[in-house]
């Protein structure tokens, strides 16, 4: 894998914060590759991963152009082994996508949102990804759970069941190189992501 640029995976539970970071950063002036997006493109019709997702979670899935990701979700979300079966369909596919963008791209940083980094580490660089760092973003359970029923419009059960069935930041702290805590408002955070970009620039000079 040719890469031109430092490499920097953003990750986080649902909820926590992700794409506010990821359009501070494009606001910015800094490339912001969603995973998210790169799948949505592999959900279109007769695509290779339409044609497993409906053999694998049933026709109920099968939307007019493309795979229902709302019935996708209610699907797996729920269940651990459904989402791992999911994960293996699309992740091979996702990777390969992610290093087509960071090889054409000159900028000195791309970040990537990875919404799964930490759970499918391993699956992600056995497919060839590579990265400098990961930043995990971090919100309260409280916080999120709010911004799951306002934003899907469940009950607070159904979120609670969705958090449950997430990995816990605690056991993702590990694996990430910088820890963004999104727990206030958006001049907070954006006051936090310019710190760490200051400190990287630092850190890019002392070498």
């Known amino acids: 894998m040719r890469r031109n640029s430092k490499v920097i995976v953003l990750t986080g539970g649902i909820a926590s914060g992700k794409s506010t970071v990821g359009k ?4 910015k002036g800094y490339q912001v590759v969603e995973s998210d997006k790169i799948v949505h493109k592999l959900y279109f019709k007769n695509t290779e991963v339409y044609t497993k997702l409906i053999k694998e979670f049933g026709k109920e899935i099968a939307g007019d152009r493309e795979i229902n990701r709302k019935k996708l979700g ?19 596919h996702v990777v390969k996508e992610l290093i087509k963008r960071i090889e054409d791209n000159n900028e000195d940083i791309i970040f990537l949102d990875i919404p799964l980094m930490v759970e499918e580490k391993k699956k992600l660089e056995k497919y060839g990804l590579e990265y400098d760092e990961i930043w995990l973003i971090k919100s309260n359970e409280d916080i999120r759970l709010k911004r799951i029923v306002c934003r ?6 159904e979120a609670k069941k969705i958090i449950k069935n997430q990995m816990k930041d605690e ?12 727990n206030g408002n958006i001049e907070k955070l954006t006051r936090n992501i310019d710190s760490i ?3 990287i620039k630092i850190e890019k000079h002392k070498k």
């Not at 501070?24 to 606001?27: C, H, M, N, S, V």
């Not at 209610?74 to 091979?92: E, G």
């Open 197 to 199: 970009l200051t400190n």
């Open 74 to 92: 209610n699907i797996v979300y729920k269940d651990k082994s459904k989402i791992n079966k999911l994960n293996k369909i699309v992740h091979k």
């Open 24 to 27: 501070i950063l494009k606001d």
């Open 171 to 182: 056991d993702k702290e590990k694996y990430a190189n910088r820890i963004i805590e999104n």
């Open 152 to 157: 899907d419009n469940i009950s607070l059960e």
